[in-house]
């Protein structure tokens, strides 16, 4: 089955659509006046310079102070470290101002941000410090500890740390307190704006090269299919290194001049409180976000400003869609599927279907054009068949950086393939029936079963392992370990949890440890992960 968003949504959204070139593809995009988020700053510090840009609870920025701040970190970026086109900066920030006009300065000088994600360990990062070959980490003290131990073996010329600086590191504040102009400096919508790092079902974590046609694009599909309009102001309770936080949120008001409240860390109480105190009129998060919101005392006489409601980044349970439904009569709600790879969203559920279509995710947005693939064949399915989903559109990132192998086999005849597994029906609306890649979805918060299984592997007490994701009541998915001891020797699961904890993300390590005789396996000698769970 093959769907295209320009064919479902109605023509006030569809019919101004025009035909563009990007990385050798023809495709559909959506009128702009504005092309790289260096545009998108400066319209809306032109456009609305006093309104809220950016709220903590530390500060307040307008427009107009968030580009005088960003041209100031671009002009010290410039002229301490000739950071040119094409760098990579990482930063390694929870949600914050620094946060914010780290991604604007890298924008401004052409250059790229790579967004780390902030629960990593020190190995973790270690990898996507090289691989980038980030020139600058620009992170937050809280963080150092993962950092202290590879500091020797990351390329980055300069560390710069916001709060207190480590020996050896600079103060943030050094890159905010110059008079260095940032140079002018030509940029390209189908540049490359950031980096972000998705797990591969094989091997080691892949960096998603997202363009400045990709944001806007989507900082435009949110725009026509949520109803988002000027003066919107959102609460982010989501991470803004990945892309629903980031694009869905940050660049998507900058985009329309709104405003952008930012929790530090996600916080269900401060969240209720914020969304009245701050009059929120639009969210978006993953499901657990607004289940923990849900659980606070007094959240269901909250949020009566809220207008537009997204959920989405893992299945949303029906009852989770009703109970938000009798919460917010007055908003309306869209589950939203997509991924970092499409510059977040893919889909969006049309306007008060929300319950009707109760387990589906919705049309293509307008620019995207979908089909599902048979596993096997490569066959184009019928309406109605399970298959692969594969994505089409300007929204769809062009590779993956320094790793032409997984460019090619993920989106190389320029069909993006998803890992999903989905059913299209008639009327263009899809359900995202299961996975194909073998990951676990805790929240929102990926994990991809090989990268657990390698590292429980390394345990010199473990012979062979399995991770399977297990049903949680919050969470929608947990990780489940199965590990088969060596000859000899026996498993003590704590011991085998801390070792995970010491490599990778608090998030990915196992809730459950089963210590097993043998793993399960089909006579051709592959795991059978569904006797597992
Ligand atoms: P990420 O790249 O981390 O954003 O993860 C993308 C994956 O999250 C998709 O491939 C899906 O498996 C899952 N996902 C995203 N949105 C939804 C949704 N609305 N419903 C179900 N699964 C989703």
Known sequence: MRVRGSDLWPAPLTRDLVDETHHGHRLRGYPRDART??????????????????????????????????????????????????????????????????????ARLGAVAVTLNTKLRAPELEFMLQNSGARILIMHEALWDEIAPIRATVPCEAVYVAGRPPAGTEPLDRLTDTRERPPAVVVDEDDTAFIMYTSGTTGRPKGALGTHVGIVTSSISFERCMGLGDGERTLVAVPLFHVTGLIGQLLTMAWLGGTTVVMRTFDAAEAIRLLDAERITYMIAAPTVFTMMLQQPGARDAGRSLRRVGYGGAPTPPDGIVALREWLPQATLQNA??????????????????LARISSVGWPVPIAELRTVDVGTGRECAADEVGELCIRGPHVVPGYWANPEATAATMGDGWMRSGDLARIDADGYVTIMDRLKDMINRGGEKIYCVEVEDVLCAHPAVLEAAVVGVADPVYGEAVKACVVPRAGVSVDPDDVRRFVAARLAKFKVPREIAVLDALPRNPNGKVIKSALR
């Open 337 to 354: 599927y997509g991924m970092t790879e499409t510059s977040s969203p893919t889909t969006l559920m049309p306007f008060g279907q929300e």
């Open 37 to 106: 988020l260096g545009d998108v700053l400066g319209r809306a510090a032109a456009r609305v310079p006093d309104r809220d840009a950016v709220v903590t609870r530390e500060r307040r920025l307008t427009w107009r102070e968030l580009r005088a701040e960003v041209d100031r970190m671009a002009g010290a970026l410039h002229a301490r470290h000739g950071v040119k086109p094409g760098d990579r900066v990482a930063l390694l920030l929870l949600n914050s101002v620094d946060f914010c006009v780290g991604v604007f300065a890298c």
